[in-house]
Every structure is written in C-alpha cells, then in structure tokens.
C-alpha cells in the first residue's frame, strides 16, 4: 500500500521562503509529483522527481530523497497568488497505468 | 488549447438518480483517470484507461462504472447516486510514455446527491 503525509496548513509571508514537506511510503515508488490547486480549481502540475538531488524551477524547487522516502517543495520570493493547496503524490509502478497516490494536501496562505 | 474538458461543470442529484460524467481530452493521450476529491482525504483514484476500450478499477470503485470507447473519451456513470458518493469529481489524461507520464487534469464537476 501507499502512505503520505504532509502538514495540513502552513502561513508564510509574502517575499518570504518556505518549505513543504512530504513523506512517503510505498511498495513500488517511481517518482515524486508536486501540484497546486488553488481554491475551486483543478490540479497543475508543478515539479516531477524520480532521482535523489534538487530539481529547479524558478522560484520553485523540489528535493527527493528516496533513501528516506522523503521530499520537500520550496517556494521562493513568494507571491500572494502562491496562496493555495499543494499536493505531493507518489508513483507506484505496480500499478497498471503508473498510477499516482496523492497526499491530503497543503494549504499554504501567504499573507501581506 | 482546450486539454481536458470536463461536463457538466456543477449537479445536483436526488438520491438513486443516476447520471453520467464526461471527459474530454484533446492532446491524444493514452492514459485516462477519474478522481474524486473530498475535504480531508486528497484526491482518491476511482477508475483509469489504459487505451480506447479498457478500463480497470482503482481505489474507490464501488457505485462507478466507466467506459471509454473512443480514445478522446472517459465516461463516468453515477447508477444509483447515493450521499455518500457527494465530491468533486476530476478527470485527468496523460501520455503512456514514462518520462513524460504528467498527469493533466480538468476544471472538475462538482457534484450532490441530497
């Protein structure tokens, strides 16, 4: 089976940096997925890791570590429109299609 | 542009009505998936396609059927709605080629069954 955890909410200011943390559990990992989704809205991809090490994307970077089953978003310079929920989910390859398991979600509220 | 197109966008039901959602997608992907997302427990897969034709359960299948006959297509069938089955529902595509394997996904449809 599959087991993600990552905090509920989280309140950072704007211009500032903050960090989401993901950890996982699963039998056939493939690959690390970050998404927003702000409210009333579809999912958006935003990073993908399969490899240990820092992937960057602008102001957003993802970390893996698989050794720890352990992933981490970081979000810099932020932006009020960064207020949303941010979804880690986990690609399990015993699946038929590759399919994605989805944390609960972070709510992320940027305030002024 | 359009992606993945999902409707209808918002409906309400009576308990035992049934209904079916449609999904959409423009970007000739093989790979197709219906979510369903309530407060508190993330996104939650209910069926997936592989290709035009095959479908397969995922992990909340109870209460669902689906069907996807043309490639472009997945349907999602509501028999007997039931409270319970109250949610956002989300369809999403994505190409079966691993490296490329994002999923997409649509604006979402939000439905109750009273």
């Known amino acids: 089976g599959q087991n993600i955890d990552q905090p509920t909410e989280m309140t950072a200011t704007e211009g500032a940096i903050v960090q989401i943390n993901c950890t996982y559990q699963t039998s056939g990992f493939n690959g690390l997925f970050w998404y927003q989704q702000h409210a009333g809205e579809a999912p958006t991809f935003l990073s993908y890791?399969?490899?240990?090490g820092l992937e960057e994307k602008g102001r957003f970077s993802s970390f893996l570590s698989r050794s720890k089953g352990y992933s981490y978003l970081l979000l810099k310079e932020l932006q009020m429109k960064d207020s949303a929920s941010y979804l880690c989910a986990v690609r399990d390859e015993e699946t038929g299609a590759n399919n994605l398991f989805f944390g609960t979600g972070t709510r992320l509220t940027v305030i002024p | 542009n359009a992606g993945v197109t999902q409707t209808p966008k918002f409906r309400v039901l009576k308990t035992g009505q049934s209904m079916t959602l449609l999904c959409a997608q423009d970007?000739?992907?093989?790979?197709m998936y219906w979510y369903r997302q309530d407060p508190g427990m993330g996104l939650r897969l209910i069926h997936y396609?592989?290709?035009?034709?095959?479908?397969a359960k995922g992990e909340v299948p109870d209460g669902y059927n689906v069907s996807r006959l043309k490639k472009q297509n997945f349907l999602l069938g509501l028999e007997s709605a039931a409270p319970s089955q109250t949610s956002v529902y989300f369809c999403a595509s994505s190409p079966h080629i691993l490296a490329k394997n994002i999923q997409y996904f649509g604006a979402g449809t939000r439905l109750s069954v009273l």
């Open positions: 396609s592989v290709g035009e034709g095959t479908t």
């Open positions: 970007m000739n992907h093989e790979y």
């Open positions: 890791n399969v490899l240990d």
